[in-house]
């Protein structure tokens, strides 16, 4: 492992860092892959996935938290993002802070997502205090429920999206939480 490399912490296999300007363009190509981003609206232009770097970036340097820029232990390579983000669209639960992840699909089918979604919520709830964490995800994406469900999180109903109103396919989500007894 490159020791000039500061990881917030580690799992098994991953490292968690804060964003730099140079995960832009390697996010961006995460972005643009059409089986990553099936289950969203739109796929991000470069503006947006900028715009969301440097999002995630202030995210951390404020709260201590955000969706963090992931990489492989084992060579350094980013694969995408696992982590934790403020949500404030309008919902009965926002605002709230969502555990979510996003990994370039070569990286699939490997544990990975959650193996990183479970150091994550052991942050949240460990080291940030956190009493409670969300997880999103159109009712259709059965793969990031079962990530949701291998991560202990449990299932408290569906819900119309209130940014996904207009779009008939996603706008039904499922809502995951945990909570500290």
């Not at 832009?24 to 503006?47: A, G, H, L, R």
């Not at 956190?130 to 009712?139: E, G, N, Q």
Request: with cysteine; glycine share 4%.
């Amino acid at each position: 492992m490159n020791d000039a490399i500061k990881y917030i912490f580690t799992s098994e296999r991953l490292g968690f860092r804060n964003w730099n300007l140079t995960d832009i363009d390697k996010m961006y190509e995460i972005n643009s892959d059409e089986k990553v981003m099936e289950f969203f609206p739109s796929i991000p232009t470069k503006e947006q996935t900028t715009e969301f770097v440097e999002r995630m970036k202030k995210q951390y340097e404020e709260k201590g938290f955000c969706y963090f820029a992931v990489e492989k232990l084992e060579d350094n390579q980013f694969i995408g993002f696992i982590g934790l983000s403020e949500q404030t669209y309008e919902a009965d639960f926002t605002p709230c802070v969502d555990i979510g992840w996003r990994i370039k699909s070569s990286e699939w089918n490997k544990g990975l997502a959650t193996e990183g979604a479970k150091k994550c919520l052991d942050y949240a709830l460990s080291d940030l205090k956190l009493k409670k964490v969300y997880s999103i995800a159109p009712k259709i994406n059965v793969k990031s429920e079962h990530i949701m469900e291998k991560i202990g999180l449990k299932k408290q109903y569906e819900f119309e999206h209130s940014l996904l109103t207009n779009n008939e396919r996603l706008r039904t989500c499922v809502l995951y939480q945990t909570e500290i007894k």
